[in-house]
């Protein structure tokens, strides 16, 4: 049973292209966390979804930032327009519901030239 | 708003040392808390996780407490190792409708051999 998939590991991006993160859950998960963290600072809650429904979004700002978890295939994080202050780890993690045991991917180092 | 703070922020010990790492939340009204494992550059490892009915968890050398009407948390680690070196992360599923898990900053453990 594979954990969380993250890809891709590393991503490189100029100021103002987009950028795609990919979230495979576990099998069986169908609940979707994505959190941010910058050096220094903890990880901050984005978005929480379960599939094809945004549950919660109140940590994502409201332009350039979407998600999605689809029927089928991984949930996507999309940043368009992306700039300097993106720069940061994001991590996807998976549980079976709501308040049970996370369990995160090894995260995406997105940074922005 | 929920808070999470982890005091201090780094640790150094040497080997063979029991240790115990604090956590403290400002909202009680909590459904768990978990404790979280993160080496550099990695993504996070789920330790424990304690219900708020219950006062303690263990596994293996670690051993986690929940106060939950003080709002704390400690993780106790017997008889430290170099291989524990790490950032410990504490967090709280609130217990309202779609909550989310809060973080705190993490404290980085250093164990010298």
């Known amino acids: 049973n594979a954990g969380v998939m993250q890809n891709p590991r590393h991503l490189v991006r100029r100021r103002g292209q987009e950028a795609r993160l990919r979230c495979s859950p576990m099998k069986g998960h169908s609940h979707v966390y994505w959190y941010r963290q910058l050096p220094e600072e903890g990880l901050k809650f984005m978005v929480y979804?379960?599939?094809?429904?945004?549950?919660?979004e109140s940590g994502m700002p409201k332009e350039r930032f979407s998600a999605e978890f689809p029927k089928e295939g991984p949930s996507i994080l999309r940043i368009q327009q992306v700039v300097r202050g993106d720069s940061a780890a994001y991590f996807c993690a998976s549980s079976q519901g709501q308040g049970e045991k996370l369990f995160f991917g090894s995260g995406t180092q997105l940074s922005v030239l | 708003k929920q808070e999470v703070t982890q005091i201090p922020a780094a640790l150094s010990v040497p080997e063979g040392e029991n240790l115990v790492l604090n956590c403290s939340f400002t909202d009680s009204a909590i459904y768990n808390l978990q404790w979280f494992r993160q080496d550099p550059g990695k993504g996070l490892t789920s330790l424990l996780l304690i219900q708020s009915s219950q006062r303690e968890q263990t596994s293996g050398r670690l051993n986690a407490s929940l106060d939950k009407s003080s709002g704390r948390s400690t993780l106790y680690i017997a008889a430290s190792q170099p291989g524990d070196s790490a950032t410990y992360l504490c967090?709280?599923?609130?217990?309202?409708?779609?909550?989310?898990?809060?973080f705190g900053k993490g404290i980085t453990l250093s164990v010298r051999p």
């Open positions: 979804l379960q599939k094809e429904n945004i549950i919660d």
């Open positions: 967090a709280v599923w609130g217990s309202g409708a779609n909550s989310k898990l809060t």
